[in-house]
Every structure is written in structure tokens, then in C-alpha cells.
């Protein structure tokens, strides 16, 4: 069988990729991180067979198991369709309460679901034992029949299942042998923002905000909640943009800038800067709040309210014009991380969400936003200069063809970047992410990670890859030096 695939031309339809046989949590962990499904591995003693056998093994990344529906609610937001599920498993014969599922529904899931539930629709719970009033709200019982498999991040300390998206019915299980799935999972973990997200008002929370996801308003929430110790940092107490998508992300969408009629000035603050205004958010809360008005991107200035005119970051977004491989995009930003380090500036990495990467420079508030940007265009102009086949510093279109433009325009006052971990209003939900330079390289798009697998990296991250950022003290340099 080895010579077989090792005959087959390399680049053809099958490749053979040679054994690994070491450190098999190391490469599960590195998967993960890279925000792949996980690996599959086979016993090195056992010969190769066809069928299903335990010689073969499935690490997931994410958990995911069978679970019994038991009841539904109609969606707030489409007629005849589903908005989340009821969910059970059988625990000595009894079926058991697990929670709900409100997001992974697509249009068209949504409305088949609907139909058919309604068809097996019964008067009273089908649960063995009784349920605390709010859990049962709303709720449209019926038969424990259909059988769905389900992605999620784990139990609550209550049993119930924490942030699951619903992935398709499994015709093939039998209802009886669904049951809690625990061996070789972690403990449940306690999600301090889950209270928070109990109480957050969100009207409409089955509202579809990616389509081609099926993620909810709901599960953008539930989202954020998860992530909140990660991006809170870089989005609390700065003055805001967002765009702003109430019908989702394939409706109409908007920047806002300013505050807006129904504003719930008690978690999303209305500030002045200068003769304009701004928004502004300080908690979880105020994060919760801006999932209730239809913001998919969050974008940030790089200064806080505290020194709003003094920025406390640079970010040089590497996009790359028609024609650019993914590989010199990552080597672009090695060359602007290089180029900085020969100024003494300490720089880090991340995907945009988009097609690029971005280099950003943590500073000390002293430089004016003039001087910021005077000494951000320097960068691009110099590094321009130097590589004229590779870069350029102009916006216009027909300058970036088969060249990555260095937009250093980021960094004037009022101007901004997605924020690290937000969202991104495109296709397939994906994130801003951070990276350590290290990982870089294994990195294959700017979207690779995404609302559906982040959550899975960063629980197998040994670290912040931006650990250090708050801690680098260091200020624009007054010119720029040139190699």
C-alpha cells in the first residue's frame, strides 16, 4: 500500500502524507490551534481495513454529540420556522433536560425543522422530570423522535450544554441510545459572563446574522460571552465605528460613528471628542448591547477615551492586490515586523477577517496623531521604495495589482481597524484574530479563523499570543531610518 501511494504523482487528485508517530497531543493541540476539525489516528500495529473498526480513532476539537429534541420555539423573526430547539438525552431510561440550541439553522433547516416538528407536536413535556418555569416558556412540546446532532463548548456546572449549534438530524440513531457523552472531556467550566448574558435583552435573539452559518443573534452573543476576557481588552473605553447589519450580514449594512435614536446610554456611552461624537462601551454589557443593535464589526481607535488624542497603537494593514499569494502576504508582514524591529519597535500579528494580515505596534500615548501618521507613512513609503515590486503605498487600484499595499491610512485620528476578535460581516463568520509570529506561517488565509472554530483554538492555546502587548513601553520614533 506504501508504494502504491508513493508511485502517484505528486500535486494529482490523492497524496500520500508520511506517518506521524510521536507526540500525538502535540499535533491535536497544534490542529486545534490552526482551527482545523482535529485528527484521526490508527493503531501502529493494525494493517489497513475498510468498514468501521476502533483501530481508528477521531480527536475532535470541538465536542459534538447526539441529542433528542424535545420541544421547539417558532422564530421571532420568520414565519413558520424554527428558532431553537429543546434538547434532551436519557439518562436509566428517563429522558433529561439539556438545555436549547438557537443557532447553526440555516434559512432553509429553519423552515424544514418547523415542519417537520409541528407534525409530532404533543400537549405536555416529554421530560421525566419537571422543569423550572422559564425553561418551559414558550415552548412547543413533541414526541422525542428526531435526533440531532450537535456542536458545542462543553457542560455547564448544571448539565446543560454550553453554546451549541444544531449540525443536522441523524437519521441513523436510535433516540433510546442517546445519552451524556463525559469520557475524556474536560471538567464543565464555569462561564463567569453567563450571567451577564441572562439578563442582557435581546429581542429577536433567533434572528439569522450569517446565513450561510446559521448563527443567530443569540449565538453571537453567546460568543462574545465566551470570548469576553479576550476581546474586552481591546475594545473598552475607546472611542467606537460600527457597522451595524440589523437584517444580517447579507442584508444592508452601515458604519456608525455617532450615537443613534434608541441608544441605551446606560451600557453604550455617547461621548465627546472635540466638535464630533463618538460611542463608547466599558463592559460586557456594553458589548451585549451593540449584538442587540445589529453590530457584526467593531471598529476601534487606536486611542483611549482616557488620551483620545494620543494613540496607543499603530496598525499597518498588509492587503494584498489581485494576483498576491497568501505566502507573500505572510512574508509581507515579516518584512514590516523586520523593518520595525530595526527602528526598536516591537511589533505583533493578525489576521484581518479579510484577504490580509495586520502589524500592530503597541505605543506609550505621547505622539500626536500627526506624528503617527507622518511616521506610519514613512514605514510604507521607505519599504515601497525599496521593494517597488512588492509594495506600494498607494490606495488606488491599479497601483496594488500584483503588489500588497502597506495601508498606513489607518492610523490618522478617526480612522480605524476591525478590533482584535471581532467579527467580520463576510461569508462564513470569521474573526480578527491574533497569532504569535511563531504560527504564522501555518496560517493559510486571513479568514481562517472563524466564529465556528476560535473558541476550539484558544482552549488549546498554551498562551495569550499577545500576552506582552500591554506591557511594551516604547514611542514613536521621531524619523524614519532607513536600512
Given at each position: 500500500m506504501r508504494l502504491l501511494f508513493d508511485d502517484l504523482p505528486q500535486g494529482g487528485a490523492i497524496r500520500f502524507s508520511d506517518h506521524l508517530e510521536e507526540d500525538g497531543a502535540t499535533l491535536v493541540r497544534h490542529a486545534c490551534r490552526m482551527g482545523l476539525e482535529g485528527i484521526i489516528s490508527k493503531r501502529a500495529d493494525r494493517p489497513y481495513r475498510s468498514g468501521?473498526?476502533?483501530?481508528?480513532?477521531?480527536?475532535?476539537?470541538?465536542?459534538?454529540?447526539?441529542?433528542?429534541?424535545?420541544?421547539?420555539?417558532?422564530?421571532?423573526?420568520?414565519?413558520?420556522?424554527?428558532?431553537s430547539l429543546v434538547m434532551g438525552v436519557y439518562e436509566a431510561g428517563k429522558l433529561i433536560a439539556v438545555g436549547r440550541v438557537g443557532t447553526g439553522f440555516t434559512a432553509e433547516v429553519a423552515s424544514a425543522l418547523y415542519k417537520s416538528l409541528t407534525s409530532i407536536e404533543i400537549k405536555a413535556s416529554p421530560f421525566a422530570g419537571k422543569l423550572p418555569a422559564a425553561a418551559g416558556r414558550g415552548v412547543r412540546w413533541v414526541r422525542p423522535e428526531l435526533v440531532a446532532e450537535v456542536e458545542f463548548r462543553g457542560w455547564t456546572h448544571d448539565g446543560m450544554v454550553r453554546q451549541g449549534s444544531f449540525q443536522g438530524l441523524r437519521e441513523d440513531k436510535d433516540r433510546r441510545e442517546v445519552v451524556r457523552e463525559t469520557a475524556g472531556q474536560a471538567p464543565p467550566v464555569a462561564n463567569p459572563g453567563a450571567a451577564i448574558l441572562e439578563t442582557a435583552h435581546l429581542t429577536h435573539p433567533d434572528r439569522v446574522l450569517w446565513e450561510d452559518e446559521g448563527i443567530t443573534k443569540l449565538g453571537l452573543a453567546e460568543f462574545y460571552t465566551e470570548i469576553a476576557d479576550w476581546i474586552l481588552p481591546h475594545i473598552v473605553n475607546r472611542p467606537l465605528s460600527l457597522l451595524r447589519c440589523p437584517g444580517g450580514s447579507q442584508k444592508e449594512c452601515f458604519f456608525q460613528k455617532h450615537a443613534w435614536a434608541g441608544l441605551d446610554e446606560d451600557l453604550i456611552q455617547r461621548i465627546r471628542l472635540g466638535d464630533g461624537e463618538a460611542v463608547a462601551i466599558r463592559d460586557l454589557s456594553g458589548l451585549l448591547a451593540l449584538v442587540q443593535a445589529g453590530v457584526l464589526?467593531?471598529?476601534p481607535w487606536g486611542s483611549t477615551l482616557k488620551s483620545p488624542e494620543k494613540p496607543d497603537r499603530l496598525v499597518f494593514d498588509l492587503d494584498p492586490g489581485e494576483g498576491v499569494s497568501w505566502d507573500a502576504v505572510v512574508q509581507g508582514a515579516i518584512d514590516v515586523r523586520d523593518y520595525l524591529q530595526n527602528l526598536n519597535l516591537e511589533s505583533f500579528v493578525k489576521t484581518s477577517g479579510g484577504k490580509g494580515l495586520h502589524v500592530v505596534v503597541p505605543l506609550r500615548p505621547k505622539a500626536?496623531?500627526?506624528?503617527?501618521?507622518?511616521?506610519?507613512?514613512?514605514?510604507?513609503?521607505?519599504?515601497?521604495?525599496?521593494?517597488?515590486?512588492?509594495?506600494?503605498?498607494?490606495?488606488?487600484?491599479?497601483?496594488?495589482?500584483?503588489?500588497?499595499?502597506?495601508?498606513?491610512?489607518?492610523?490618522?485620528?478617526?480612522?480605524?481597524?476591525?478590533?482584535?476578535?471581532?467579527?467580520?460581516?463576510?461569508?462564513?463568520?470569521?474573526?480578527?484574530?491574533?497569532?504569535?509570529?511563531?504560527?504564522?506561517?501555518?496560517?493559510?488565509?486571513?479568514?481562517?479563523?472563524?466564529?465556528?472554530?476560535?473558541?476550539?483554538?484558544?482552549?488549546?492555546?498554551?498562551?495569550?499570543?499577545?500576552?506582552?502587548?500591554?506591557?511594551?513601553?516604547?514611542?514613536?520614533?521621531?524619523?524614519?531610518?532607513?536600512?
Open positions: 468501521r473498526g476502533e483501530d481508528w480513532v477521531k480527536s475532535k476539537c470541538t465536542q459534538r454529540q447526539e441529542l433528542v429534541i424535545a420541544g421547539y420555539l417558532p422564530s421571532t423573526a420568520s414565519k413558520k420556522a424554527v428558532g464589526e467593531i471598529h500626536s496623531w500627526d506624528e503617527a501618521k507622518a511616521f506610519a507613512a514613512g514605514v510604507a513609503s521607505t519599504m515601497t521604495k525599496a521593494s517597488p515590486a512588492l509594495y506600494t503605498d498607494t490606495m488606488a487600484k491599479r497601483a496594488r495589482m500584483g503588489r500588497i499595499f502597506i495601508d498606513y491610512l489607518r492610523n490618522g485620528r478617526g480612522a480605524t481597524a476591525v478590533a482584535a476578535y471581532s467579527t467580520r460581516a463576510r461569508a462564513g463568520a470569521p474573526v480578527s484574530t491574533p497569532a504569535s509570529w511563531e504560527e504564522l506561517p501555518t496560517i493559510r488565509s486571513g479568514s481562517q479563523y472563524r466564529m465556528g472554530n476560535l473558541a476550539a483554538r484558544m482552549s488549546h492555546l498554551q498562551g495569550d499570543p499577545w500576552a506582552d502587548f500591554g506591557g511594551v513601553d516604547q514611542v514613536v520614533p521621531k524619523a524614519v531610518k532607513r536600512r
